[in-house]
């Protein structure tokens, strides 16, 4: 048999932001792949110099910016048909009124639609990988993710317990949601070229047994992979915690003494947290996905520069499209520096523009979503031996013309129209701004009649506003 010749690619003529230990910038820089991993990165002439004659491309980049994928550590793809449903009601409304019927409505086709069009969102917006909060068909988000050519981290939604849930998932025990998760690690996991990986998942403390919990726990250690659970999102959470599980604060002081603070937990929002559990958080190496959008919307304000100075990896998540609308991380990365800018007025009677400064924010996209995802050996950066997952941000554009300080346009003025080009694990995925493996034109057409059928299943009625005519 033949052996597959190699291919080897040279980007050159960029602004490379590596985001490497040394946060290096290569003003004039050029970048080699070689199949689905990086050889060499450089100034543009040493790459050329070294790597001409063996490239089967050549890509000058006309001084537009290379970046490392950006990574969404919290989104819901099965939610991306229920964009638009949930806007402008009360928390109760958002949960039983509109998601719950929603989502236990779904089927596998409806699942594997949704994740399509979330998908084609998160290649705009410059996205490689993903970490999934909880769906509910992890085979149709596998079948999208496939095809997409995105990274995952695919996570079926998990509740053992609580009020109000509906027939289909009051049914199962706890023993179901163990096996069937072990069913689909089996079957997904590692799939798709390495880029599919499955996880465990937690919805919330709320509609978890302490034996779901443990359960978890240890499968996910015995399996080497990670936890991705709502924690500490409301107030309410907290003080039912306090009264039902004998601890005197909430969610994250009983993980920590239930022992589920490792470094495999991947905890959402982590809102309501007090400053020994931000402790906690730090010891245990847990990562948290801070999600500013939803946050503003739904939770509160979340102590994210008490967590970083205390050393807590945090990363950003868009949450899903009924929380946030907007599945972009370039607008996560904005808002992120802006909110705790402002939330420090409750510190010191001021804002402080100093607080989360662009250079963290972009950290907190790339190389922090790589250890949150459990990931950053091989993605999160532009080094050699890692995975090519990168981003093309062309700043020629209205939105960030001119450019004097790189990295502060990319956090403060870049936007999803800015992003030009994607590429992960060696393959285009988006070029000039044209998803490559499916029609978007298609997808979007499928998916706006997939979502009024099954929100006609679901029974879900959005009242008009205005004087509709
Ligand atoms: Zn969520």
Redesign the pocket.
Known sequence: MEAKANSVVVVHNTTIVTMDADSRVFQNGGIVIEDDKIIAIGHSSSVLHHFSALAHQIIDLNAQILLPGLINT?V?TSQHLARGIADDVDLLTWLHGRIWPYESNMTEEDSYISTLLCGIELIHSGVTCFAE?GGQYVSGMAKAVELLGLRACLTQSTMDSGEGLPELWAARTTADCIQSQRELYEKHHDTADGRIRVWFGIRQIMNSTDRLLLETRDAARELKTGIHM?VAEIPYENQIVIETRNVDHGTVTYLEKIGLLKNNLLA?HTVWVNNTEIAFLSKAGVKVSHCPAAAMRMLGFAPIREMHDAGVCVSLGT??AP?NNRMTIVDEMYLASLINKGREVYATGTTDPTALPAETVLKMATVNGAKSVLWDDEIGSLEVGKKADMVVVNPSHWSMVPVHDCISSLVYCMRTENVVSVMCNGKWIMKDKKILNVNEEEVISVAKLASMELLKRAGIQIPNRMNIL
């Open positions: 919290h819901h909060a709502h959402a949450d899903g929380s």
